[in-house]
């Protein structure tokens, strides 16, 4: 669903560096996503936000921070980026509590 | 707290064989169960949700709140089918979705 993009789409960075990654959604939804996928793991929510003024810690935050610019807006930072959070990692969003839409994804390498 | 079991990372079933993709979960509340499909370098999308009682592409799931299952089924396999399918519990008290691990069905032509 092109209404959900992310980017960038692949990024590779060493361990230490500070990395944004960014969502934009037109679907204007109110509720928005990170997660994180891994072979074996599943997805896990990492941080989600209900609206502006309304963010919250999913299962696995550590290491990762969340600012949410607009309605529209939802950027993930790594703040010092370690091997481990190599990733694909997937924006969604939602009305309420209904169906999730997601993004294309972000392939994270952390060397 | 809530949790979706997936027992099974592959599934491997020859074209034109019944599919059984299976998903267990825990929960207190009244939930709310999705299945969503990822297809080989697309993102993930819905397939269906138990509320709705529909069948997408030939694939139906029913809730079975005895045994705290919502298992997906269809009744031959295609090509097509094959992907990565997770199954996910939307909880009304915690306002959030909990997705499984995943299990990626494989249909041997």
């Known amino acids: 669903d092109a209404d959900v993009t992310q980017t960038p789409r692949n990024r590779i960075t060493k361990t230490g560096k500070r990395i944004m990654l960014e969502c934009s959604q037109t679907?204007?939804?109110?509720?928005m996503y990170w997660y994180r996928q891994d072979p074996g793991l599943g997805l896990r929510l990492i941080y989600y936000?209900?609206?502006?003024?309304?963010?919250n810690k999913g299962e696995i935050s550590d290491g990762y921070s969340v600012s949410r610019q607009a309605q529209a807006k939802f950027s993930l930072s790594l703040e010092s980026a370690i091997p481990n959070q190599t990733a694909l990692y997937f924006c969604a969003t939602s009305v309420g509590t209904s169906e999730q839409y997601f993004g294309p994804g972000t392939r994270l390498t952390v060397t | 707290a809530q949790r979706v079991t997936q027992p099974e990372k592959l599934l491997s079933v020859f074209k034109g064989a019944p599919v059984e993709l299976k998903c267990n979960y825990s929960?207190?509340?009244?939930?709310?169960l999705f299945w969503y499909v990822q297809y080989s370098r697309q993102r993930l999308q819905l397939l269906l949700r138990?509320?709705s009682r529909e069948s997408i592409k030939g694939f139906t799931a029913d809730l079975n709140k005895g045994e705290t299952s919502f298992h997906l089924k269809k009744p031959f396999a295609q090509e097509e089918d094959s992907a990565m399918y997770y199954c996910?519990?939307?909880?009304?008290?915690?306002?959030?979705?909990?997705f499984g691990t995943g299990t990626k069905l494989q249909v041997i032509p």
């Open positions: 138990h509320i």
């Open positions: 929960y207190s509340g009244s939930p709310e």
């Open positions: 936000s209900f609206d502006v003024k309304d963010i």
């Open positions: 996910a519990l939307f909880s009304g008290g915690y306002q959030k979705v909990t």
């Open positions: 679907k204007g939804h109110d509720r």
